[in-house]
């Protein structure tokens, strides 16, 4: 599979929602994970598919949905990129929250071995 093959079908699970079925089928067993900051006390950096699993089943445990738009993916040979709009609301606090974010792949023997996040301004509302 290429990175442009396996690009289209990341994004086209996470454009249906797809977001775990995404990390499920395509994340190699030693990801590593970059966030652009530390959330919760948990670090910017996790190794390890379960571990990646993990913390997205915690954050739409966390978190109602209310969109999420995915643009893209951005091909290189070995990298591919797509963007999100989210709006959530924190399960917790009740903030709605809507950002923009980034999302960076890189791709090795057809499979996801690194995803780093950059984030744009969050709008928060309560």
């Known amino acids: 599979m290429t990175t442009q093959d396996l690009a289209n079908e990341f994004v086209a699970l996470c454009r249906e929602g797809r977001f775990l079925d995404a990390v499920d089928r395509f994340y ?10 530390d959330f919760l006390g ?5 190794k390890g598919k379960e571990a990646v699993r993990a913390k997205n089943v915690g ?12 643009t893209g993916p951005f091909v290189s040979p ?6 999100i709009e ?3 609301t924190q399960r917790a606090s009740g903030n709605r929250i809507q950002m923009h974010e980034v ?22 509302t309560t």
Request: charged share 30%; hydrophobic share 45%.
């Open 28 to 37: 190699a067993e030693d990801i590593v994970s970059v966030e652009a900051m």
């Open 42 to 46: 948990m670090g910017r950096e996790m």
């Open 59 to 70: 954050w739409f445990t966390d978190n109602e949905v209310h969109s999420a738009k995915v």
């Open 78 to 83: 070995e990298r591919f990129s797509m963007m």
């Open 86 to 88: 989210f709006d959530w």
């Open 103 to 124: 999302a960076v792949y890189t791709v090795e023997n057809g499979q996801i071995q690194r995803e780093e996040f950059l984030y744009g301004e969050m709008k928060v």
